[in-house]
């Protein structure tokens, strides 16, 4: 009888939960002590997890782009 598929882990909630889970993992992995299989799903895990951070951290900086191009400007103090 086949093993039933895991289902996917959500999706975090914001960055800070991603990068929280990630450097979670990351200690796990590092200390070695996971059996092959949990380490090859940790390591699975991490790499979704890095593109999700990666995507908000990108979205981030392209929002910025925006404020920085319409609405930032250089402060300039008011003639005395």
């Not at 380490?39 to 910025?64: H, I, M, P, V």
Request: proline residues 8%; contains cysteine.
């Amino acid at each position: 009888m086949p093993k039933a598929a895991k289902t996917p882990a959500a999706t975090p909630a914001d960055f800070e939960s991603g990068l929280r889970e990630l450097e979670a993992l990351i200690a796990e992995l590092e200390a070695g002590n996971l059996p092959l299989e949990a380490a090859l799903n940790a390591y699975q895990r991490g790499q979704t997890l890095l593109g999700f951070c990666q995507g908000k951290l990108a979205d981030a900086e392209q929002q910025l782009k925006i404020l920085e191009a319409g609405q930032l400007k250089p402060f300039q103090p008011e003639s005395e």
